[in-house]
């Protein structure tokens, strides 16, 4: 790093896949995975899946001179699972948790535990301010019939939202990380449309690692070939994205993954690639940003922003899906503690006949009453559980889909060419030396 | 509106108290607010405890001529209970939902079954970018013993932080609600001190209200004298604080409270009285921001530097006793659910005795072996539940207090005079007219 000129900025990203005592080799690929950072020195570390803070803590000292600096974000019942090391100093750190992230009774599945979040440090690199972000969303497990993707979109919703409200002041933005999507799906292009982050894989000439910029590889020992069905080879789902500012300009000079295995050693550091990109930041003066990136602007306005809303409006049917599906899920809840309770009643409706009839001419057959009672009780609380869990789900759906809503409403005015002030205010003028309906998404 | 000056913004902020079926006189007293806003006419009214969609949905359809745009925020099981009515149009609403908000088993004080959060909307007003953020924090039950500090005080920061982060691009920032602290309370200085935000009662010299600005009053007949001992005639809790930028300053031309009582009807508002605020936005020009700012800036930067490490250590103190109590709670819960599986394990042993044993010469007492089994399941699946609740919890609080280490990390550093940048690499300069140490809470 000291002998390295301030403009160039290496990042690293990996999934860990560390859950103690259930993932293969653990200890082992952690200190591969220490090893490898110690060597290398890269600017700035994201890491996932660090499930133990244990882990996270042995990394942290054996790091202590590359990486001094390092934040692990703390959520949920196991936690986040996210980690920062950098050789830059963090200043700040903000957590932001996902309102929706699979269901409790997935139990294999797991992601609901993990309390998925985004993670955000501000870090200084020399006079210039970075805001870094790190994530994991939730995984997707078949994608003919995608359960999750309502859950997911809403992911990328509220992380677009993260990464765009809390960047303001910026000079640069990182985002690394397991978004678990292709590059094409549907939460991929409302995040990239939306923040207007760069795909370092597209944005390079230079890239050396799997075909296709592939993360989840078949190659990979620790894969098997149904978690990436119906892709033979390999699949994309992890990134590093980044864009500069009006104040650095950033290019992604080259960019790199691990090829599924690790000279001389016997497994890969993970069931994921790791990424390392090198970013370019050419810091801009005040006369190139203006004009230039105005213009810019200005051209693409319109396509841009009538895109948006396709993809917005893709997105709201997605979530619109999910709502349906929540809804009938509770409905059934419903249905289901009703006949449950029904089924209380009437035992003991039986049980009060013989007690109110005469005699005691026939056994009353005890175990079956309290097998059935304890039945009644079983189905009352769980039906409860999950109506109050779907009721949360339905409440964060429905508050996504309003969000939209909003959103696509702001755009669709900037794109009839209305000027943003209220019309009923003649008086007010549009923004100085924007056009009416010149895009930017921060507005 | 139309009649008014657009630099002259009125701001309202009311705590609904709108419980259905609970709350005295709700539907009265939402129609009452109802005739109030269409009357008043505020620029930006920010409604808390409307825990009923519908209550928010008729009062959406009243003020449509005189609010034409509406926000409802929904989260948790119940909702946010948060709603704001505008009659500048609003582009973007984001929510963040607080990590902690008190204990689901003190369903008598309800608040976590609220989903407490921080919504955020983005207005245009005029030319100006407007950032109008609207809360409610946990309640103080107790004064004296309050065992819900370490939650509001993590509450305190995390509000803080997302204005901080989200209000980046804001010409003006506006907060708005319930914030359940004193004045001087820890959690209300953090607040003021991170984001420098300014509170109208305090800065405005025309006031017509209740004494001292207070919110929560004696003469208030939904109030019971309990709420508010050992205050004998009220407490201030609810606020309206602004901030301009280096576009707009904001002055409050005056605000005023209700007193408890309302003209021609037989009961006030709520049990909250109702703020509003008159707000005069002067929009700057380049020269005069640059110069002004920063010369003033520079001259309290330490000072308030200090100041900030010093609430910043009150409030990990505080943190850090909320930690040490739910860590013993966990513990409690851990220790009560291994007695309970020893007793389970107990029972099944005398269970197995005469089984094992040669006759029933002794009748088995099956009634108290179902009882004691039922008593053995509840208390494990309650301590399990408490357990997970727990780790959530110390999760929750760890993470807080991690971020605040940092801060004062950060803050030490710039009370030394270091420069920002890392002092490894002697080549990078600070940033350009900054002083080092210079105080910018942003950065």
Not at 185 to 208: H, I, P, Q, V
Not at 263 to 289: K, M, N, V
Not at 303 to 310: I, N, Q, R, S
Not at 395 to 419: H, I, N, T, W, Y
């Amino acid at each position: 790093m000291a002998n390295r000129d301030i403009v160039s900025l290496r990042v690293f990203s990996l999934n860990c896949w560390g859950i103690r005592y259930l993932s293969k080799h653990c200890p082992q690929r952690y200190a591969m995975i220490g090893d490898l950072l110690c060597k290398e020195q890269h600017d700035i570390v994201l890491l996932q899946e660090v499930w133990s803070e244990k882990d996270y803590l042995s990394l942290k000292k054996k790091l202590a001179c590359s990486h001094p600096h390092s934040h692990y974000f703390k959520s949920g019942v196991i936690g986040s699972g996210l980690a920062i090391f950098s050789q830059h100093r963090i200043h700040d750190a903000f957590l932001y948790r996902y309102s929706l992230n699979g269901y409790p009774y997935m139990a294999h599945h797991g992601d609901w535990f993990g309390g998925k979040a985004v993670g955000m440090a501000i870090l200084n690199i020399g006079t210039m301010k970075a805001h870094v972000y790190v994530t994991h969303l939730h995984a997707e497990y078949c994608r003919e019939k995608d359960s999750y993707l309502p859950h997911r979109v809403v992911q990328a919703w509220e992380l677009q939202q993260f990464i765009r409200h809390t960047s303001g002041g910026a000079d640069m933005v990182i985002l690394g990380g397991d978004l678990n999507m292709h590059p094409q799906d549907l939460g991929n292009r409302l995040l990239r449309s939306y923040t207007s982050l760069r795909d370092s894989y597209s944005e390079t000439a230079k890239f050396d690692g799997c075909e296709d910029g592939m993360t989840l590889i078949a190659d990979n020992p620790f894969i098997s070939k149904k978690e990436i069905v119906p892709f033979e080879k390999g699949i994309r789902i992890d990134y590093i994205l980044f864009k500069g500012s009006s104040k650095v300009d950033i290019r992604c000079e080259s960019m790199s993954t691990t090829k599924g295995s690790v000279p001389d050693h016997p497994f890969p550091y993970s069931d994921h690639e790791a990424l390392t990109t090198e970013l370019r930041l050419d810091p801009l003066t005040q006369t190139e940003t203006g004009s230039d990136k105005q213009t810019k602007e200005q051209d693409c306005a319109a396509g841009k922003v009538a895109e948006l809303v396709d993809i917005l409006t893709e997105a709201r049917t997605e979530v619109k899906v999910g709502l349906h599906c929540a809804e009938r899920m509770r409905y059934t809840a419903t249905r289901t503690g009703v006949m449950g309770l029904a089924l209380l009643f009437l035992e003991l409706a039986i049980a009060a006949v013989p007690w109110l009839a005469l005699g005691a001419e026939q056994p009353f057959p005890r175990a079956s009453f309290y097998l059935l009672g304890a039945l009644c009780f079983a189905i009352l609380l769980t039906t409860t559980l999950l109506y109050i869990f779907y009721t949360m789900e339905v409440k964060s759906l429905q508050g996504a889909e309003d969000q939209m809503r909003l959103a696509v409403g702001s755009l669709q005015e900037k794109l009839r060419g209305f000027p943003l002030a209220q019309p009923r205010n003649n008086q007010r003028r549009p923004p100085e030396g924007q056009e009416p309906g010149a895009f930017d998404p921060e507005e």
